[in-house]
């Protein structure tokens, strides 16, 4: 049962990933200059891209430091929740993505954990 738990999570968290990722890259796209754009792309859609190989590899080492890579994101859309009034159906939707993804990535984790601990090859 937890199996299946893990595997919806994940699929939660890949989906989510991709949803946060095209966000950001259409919020640069339509409010910013092509420079800034490109900036801000660098800074918060690029740190996403690390991980992706390990998550699709179900790496539990990559699930465990994926996260760090989710706070450019969540800094820049706080920073424009607060000090933007026009972006702030995005920021909150860029936010929410990231809330979204950090639960999953603990529900991946913990499911992905109690599957083990029930296998009968469970070394620890």
Do not use: N, Q
Not at 4 to 26: H, K, P, Y
Request: no cysteine.
């Amino acid at each position: 049962m937890s199996g299946g738990r893990a595997e919806r999570s994940r699929a939660i968290l890949l989906v989510t990933w991709g949803l946060l990722a095209a966000l950001l890259i259409a919020w640069f796209a339509t409010t910013l200059s092509p420079p800034a754009a490109l900036t801000a792309g660098l800074l918060t859609i690029a740190p996403l891209l690390l991980p992706l190989a390990g998550l699709l590899r179900r790496h539990r080492h990559t699930y465990r430091w994926a996260p760090i890579t989710l706070t450019p994101a969540l800094a820049w859309s706080l920073m424009e929740l607060i000090a933007s009034p026009g972006a702030r159906a995005a920021a909150v939707a860029a936010v929410l993505l990231v809330f979204i993804a950090l639960a999953a990535i603990v529900a991946w984790l913990r499911t992905d954990a109690s599957e083990k601990r029930d296998s009968p090859h469970f070394g620890g």
